[in-house]
């Protein structure tokens, strides 16, 4: 066997169908793209139409498989309309990535019910609704993988974690109670948790340089995250090579729990 033949057998996502939310931005962009170059077809869904429409056509033109919703996660019914309008592109999802992700970090005393609401609906609801919408389906056809994304706040106050580490927290449990119904049938379902990258959703903190500089010196690794230091972390958990691994969180932050 060439050692392509044995790499495929672990880890090809050939045949695949991946839904990828917050796939337009940040990390789950990075795993929108490293899905599609392991071989699966992506769906990626957020909001903004000209960042989806981006990453999808830098996608296609190295000839990976992509399609684009816009919708909003925010509220119920928009989780229920992006879902049936994901499975029109490919057919229904073998791999469900939950990256969509707010952080309004209001500090604690001046939360808004406004703001724990709308943190909860992105955070935590779509995920679990978008599991209950593609998870029995995974369990009947015997293979699924539910990959979300967490926090450090998950397991650690961290800058203002207020509603954001909350709702983090929860999605692990999700994780857990997730694997627990549907591992007996293949389906797989774990977290992946960063430590701190520069994006769009900490744009304040990741332009302080001194906050980045102590937060890189946290690391053991000695630097920030990148979006692509999680593309192999998602391809292992969304295939073949991870079936017995579930119900966990998957560190992917340079050492920074641990330091
Ligand atoms: N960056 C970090 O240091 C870090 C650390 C720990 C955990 N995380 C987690 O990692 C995930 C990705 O974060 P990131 O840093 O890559 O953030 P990002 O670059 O800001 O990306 C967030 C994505 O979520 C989408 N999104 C936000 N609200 C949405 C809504 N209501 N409906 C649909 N899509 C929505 C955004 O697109 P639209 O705005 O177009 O909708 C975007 O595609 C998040 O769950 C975050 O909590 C990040």
């Not at 880890?11 to 170059?37: E, K, N, W």
């Not at 509603?163 to 627990?180: C, D, F, H, I, T």
């Not at 119904?181 to 001194?210: H, I, K, M, Q």
């Amino acid at each position: 066997m060439s050692s392509q033949t044995y790499l495929s057998s672990l880890f090809s996502l050939d045949g695949r169908v991946a839904v990828v939310t917050g796939g337009s931005s940040g990390i789950g962009r990075a795993i929108a793209g490293a899905l599609a170059r392991a071989g699966a077809s992506v769906v990626i869904v957020a909001r903004k139409e000209a960042q989806l429409v981006a990453t999808v056509e830098e996608l296609t033109a190295e000839g990976c498989r992509a399609a684009w919703v816009s919708g909003d996660l925010g509220s119920r019914e928009g989780v229920r309309t992006a879902a049936e309008r994901a499975v029109k592109a490919h057919g229904e999802p073998d791999i469900l990535v939950n990256s969509a992700g707010i952080n309004l970090r209001p500090p604690m005393g001046e939360l808004s019910e406004e703001v724990w609401d709308s943190t909860m609906a992105v955070n935590l609801e779509a995920p679990y609704l978008l599991g209950e919408r593609f998870g029995p389906g995974m369990a009947e056809r015997g293979f699924g993988r539910i990959i979300h994304i967490t926090s450090q706040q998950a397991h650690r106050a961290f800058v203002r974690s207020g509603a954001y580490g909350v709702s983090k927290g929860a999605v692990e449990s999700l994780a857990r109670s997730q694997a627990e119904a549907w591992s007996p049938y293949g389906v797989t379902c774990n977290t992946l948790v960063p430590g701190f990258v520069p994006s769009p959703l900490n744009a304040r903190l990741s332009s302080d340089p001194e906050m980045v500089a102590a937060l890189a010196a946290r690391t053991m690794v000695g630097r920030n995250g990148l979006a692509e230091d999680f593309a192999g972390a998602a391809v292992f958990l969304a295939s073949r090579a991870s079936a017995y691994v579930t119900g966990q969180a998957v560190f992917v932050d340079g050492g920074f729990s641990v330091h």
